[in-house]
Nanobody, 123 residues
Framework: QVQLVESGGGLVQTGGSLRLSCAAS????????MAWFRQAPGKEREFVAS????????YYADSVKGRFTISRDNAKNTVYLQMNGLKPEDTAVYYC????????????????WGQGTQVTVSS
């Protein structure tokens, strides 16, 4: 099992950018597809983006397509989420998680989550 720690969140104005990081422990990071999710106040957690084990395949939620980019560095056991053109509706706690394939992560459920990282976009 991979242990995950999210970081990089903060307060940014509309149109700004942030890069989130998710650091994984263990030597099997490259064996897992990875994904970012987010949960806004009063809403259910939702899929944001996923990436395959080798980084060649990515999926995005329609709401972030063209603005967010997911990437990974298997040598550093880290997955990233570059967020550009941020909007107030992107305000949420962002989480990462792992799974078998990038495609499956789009609709996966999980027994546990990390602490997440807060992203707040001011209007």
């Amino acid at each position: 099992q991979v242990q995950l720690v999210e970081s990089g969140g903060g307060l940014v104005q509309t149109g700004g950018s942030l890069r989130l990081s998710c650091a994984a422990s263990g030597r099997t990071f490259s064996s897992y597809a990875m994904a970012w999710f987010r949960q806004a106040p009063g809403k259910e957690r939702e899929f944001v983006a996923s990436i395959s084990r080798d980084g060649s395949i990515t999926y995005y939620a329609d709401s972030v397509k063209g603005r967010f980019t997911i990437s990974r560095d298997n040598a550093k056991n880290t997955v990233y989420l570059q967020m550009n053109g941020l909007k107030p509706e992107d305000t949420a706690v962002y989480y990462c998680n792992s799974g078998s394939t990038a495609r499956a992560l789009r609709s996966a459920t999980f027994a546990s989550w990390g602490q997440g990282t807060q992203v707040t976009v001011s209007s």
